[in-house]
């Protein structure tokens, strides 16, 4: 059993918890919060036993040995960093941090206290993520790769009326690349490693994040394109085409249908069942590794969570998006 604590009390930690709610492995101990009414709050609803309103304070503590890390963007390096240095494991989170710099760092400090850490980036642990990578062959050479996450938020409606929530205010290091956009990049590295170079473009608010935008991946005999967006919603799928038929994926952060279709016409459903919610599979990996006495995923590695950031931070200073974290 892994006893864990919690930074951030939003709808994802929400999501998170309901989804290994029947893992007896996960033990959830300790809620931080930046208002302890909040913490008190969220650790009578879980059954935590321990509240706090420091993450110094909680880092102390002898009854928790990892942490999950689902506060705003901005605040990961820091308190990631600063739980490692007392020994805890950390799944953090996507994206890991604002920038290179701060995963650098972070991923500096769980070496140096030999502790695990790992990006919660769910899509890489799916059934579905793996049905992909068993099948791709059956496409032939891949020529493109498009990924396309395009949602419109709900926070969108308070931003036109003059209200900035957090997820487009620069202060919290958010955006459509940063919150949605990684989605489409991360499984892309995974499939089929670094780009050679990227272009990439954005809609830019008053506020300076970005709205939505896209980008453009250019391999030695393939491209890719990343298509993401908070301002408007993509009923699209996301496609992988090869020289002998195409991958459609309903879904790229959570995919539910995976298929098949053939130059010829045929279609094949490769889609594979769930037998646990989404969020489940990334804590099972995550515990696993801790008991294995393993300091890093094979899988969202910190080559990949590295590679990724370094991707979204080139297309932001592309795309002219600075956040007070990258000063």
């Known amino acids: 059993m892994v006893r864990f604590g919690i930074i ?51 880092a102390k503590s002898n009854n928790v040995d990892a942490v999950y890390i689902a506060s705003p963007n901005s605040f990961h390096a820091h308190q990631a960093i600063t739980v490692m240095e007392k020994g805890k494991h950390v799944l953090c989170e996507k994206p890991m941090a604002s920038n290179a710099k701060e995963v650098e760092s972070m991923v500096e400090a769980a070496k140096k206290n030999e502790v695990l850490l790992m990006e919660a980036m769910k899509t890489t642990f799916l059934p579905n ?124 952060s959570d995919p539910e249908h995976v298929e098949i279709r053939y130059k010829d016409g045929s279609e094949e459903n490769i889609t594979q069942s769930s037998a646990f919610p989404s969020m489940y599979y990334e804590v099972a990996e995550f515990i696993k590794l801790i008991t294995e006495g393993k300091r890093e995923s094979a899988i969202n590695s910190h080559y990949h969570s590295l590679t990724t950031i370094k991707i979204v931070e080139e297309a932001r200073k592309q795309a002219g998006i600075v956040y007070p974290a990258d000063q």
């Open 129 to 252: 993520f793996l049905s992909i990578q068993k099948n791709i062959h059956k496409i032939g050479k891949v020529r493109r790769y498009v990924g396309s996450f395009c949602k419109y938020s709900s926070r969108f409606d308070a931003y036109k009326k003059g209200e900035v929530l957090n997820a487009f205010n620069p202060k919290y290091s958010n955006g459509s690349l940063m919150d949605l956009g990684v989605y489409c990049i991360y499984p892309m590295l995974l499939l089929f490693e670094s780009p050679q170079s990227i272009q990439a473009h954005a809609v830019k608010l008053e506020t300076g994040v970005d709205g939505e935008g896209s980008i453009i991946f250019s391999y030695a005999d393939m491209e890719a394109v990343v298509i993401h967006s908070k301002i408007s919603t993509s009923f699209s799928p996301s496609e992988i085409q090869g020289e002998n038929g195409s991958i459609l994926i309903d879904n790229i």
């Open 8 to 58: 951030g009390t939003n709808f994802i930690t929400e999501r998170l918890l309901e989804d290994v709610k029947d893992y007896e492995d996960f033990h959830l101990t300790a809620v931080y919060s930046r208002t302890k009414e909040r913490a008190e709050e969220f650790a009578e609803k879980y059954g935590a036993e321990e509240v706090y309103g420091s993450v110094e304070e909680m």
